[in-house]
């Protein structure tokens, strides 16, 4: 079964993507396939998180902001994590089985090096490639807010849509969460060797439909009954990973990508459209959720309120560190990292999230 697990968290609030003589507060200073500054600056000190991630944190600091949940944020004097020994064998790993878009995408290639002891989500090096640069909430949730040895094949993919031929992505070379799936069986799914992985130690996750009403919310026709068409192919595709042997599952909804800064920049009446559209997809998106489980023996669901988090910190960015709502950049006080995506800052947040309240000690 599952390990279950405390999880021990410490403030990860920042990891910068590049090299500098000392790095900054808050920055990545170490860690299995780090390459970048190993001494922090003036005032802070490099932190031991876990194997993956060591952080310049501040050196008198006795306690630190580190849990969100839907009423904000928390400050905790949980200790630093002290190093702990890894399992020798993949036989004691757990496995997560990861499916999205450009919100979860670290690159992962399927063809190239498997999740190992070195590098947990396998290629490429640890924590990936983000859309915004720095680790997403995969990374920060594969190394640090879970205990156990756990192996990440993440086969999210910047761009996807459920079905290519719903909503066609931005560009035909896109794999969709049906070409992600059928990626899946055709590789991992029958627990070779180099991927032991049973029903009881595995997690599937799915998190997409940005690029769903992104692409779409805007065209003619029921925008309900599209949704529910949608939800077919979603649930569909979700019960191939069930008949493969999936039990746990992590469900999440659509972020609020109308207070996004691209969909700021259009009317208001293009932002009301687009959130009311999203707002029944995730609505429908719940009572899938709840039907699948009810209707298949052993499963168990998990759900992430995307769309509540992201609403509660950008109603109040400062509670979290943020200087606004809007802006976006690579500084630590931008919750956006791009114009579309939140950033690395932000998906902090979300792991920590993730990990705690909606997985806890049920999940590894």
Request: charged share 10%.
């Amino acid at each position: 079964m599952l390990r279950l697990s405390s999880v021990v968290l410490v403030a990860v609030i920042g990891y910068l993507p590049y090299a500098t003589a000392q790095q900054t507060l808050w920055g990545q200073c170490g860690g299995i396939n780090w390459t970048g500054a190993t001494t922090c600056v003036s005032g802070s000190s490099c932190v031991y998180s876990n194997p993956y991630y060591s952080q310049c944190l501040p050196a008198t600091s006795s306690t630190t902001t580190i849990s969100q949940t839907s009423t904000g944020p928390v400050t905790s004097t949980t200790p630093v994590a002290t190093p702990t020994s890894i399992p020798s064998g993949t036989g004691e790993a757990n496995y997560w089985f990861g499916f999205g878009d450009s919100y979860s995408q670290t690159q992962f290639d399927i063809t190239g090096p498997l999740p190992n002891l070195a590098n947990p989500i396998g290629n490429p090096p640890f924590p990936g490639y983000s859309a915004t640069g720095g680790s997403n909430w995969v990374g920060y949730l594969t190394a640090t807010y879970n205990n156990s040895l756990l192996f990440t094949y993440n086969y999210a993919y910047g761009g996807a849509t459920i079905n290519a031929t719903l909503v066609a992505p931005y560009e035909p070379t896109v794999l969709s969460l049906g070409d992600q799936v059928n990626q899946f069986l055709t590789t991992v799914a029958n627990k070779p060797p180099t991927t032991p992985w049973t029903s009881a130690n595995s997690l599937f996750s799915v998190w997409i439909g940005v690029n769903d009403i992104g692409n779409s919310y805007y065209q003619s026709g029921n925008r309900s009954a599209f949704s529910e068409t949608l939800l077919d192919n979603y649930f569909e595709l979700v019960k191939e990973l069930y008949t493969a042997g999936g039990r746990n599952f992590l469900f999440a909804n659509v972020p609020p990508i109308d207070r996004s800064p691209l969909m700021l920049a259009q009317d208001a009446s293009a932002q009301a459209l687009e959130k009311s559209v999203i707002a029944d997809f995730n609505t429908r998106l719940l009572s899938r959720i709840s039907s699948f489980q009810a209707s298949n023996s052993g499963v168990k669901t998990f759900f992430w309120d995307a769309n509540a988090q992201f609403t509660t910190m950008l109603n109040n960015p400062a509670a979290y560190g943020f200087a606004d709502a809007t802006s976006y950049g690579s500084a630590a006080t931008d919750f956006w990292g791009n114009n579309y995506h939140p950033s690395t800052y932000a998906n902090v947040f979300f792991a920590q999230e993730i990990g705690k309240t909606v997985l806890g000690s049920t999940i590894w």
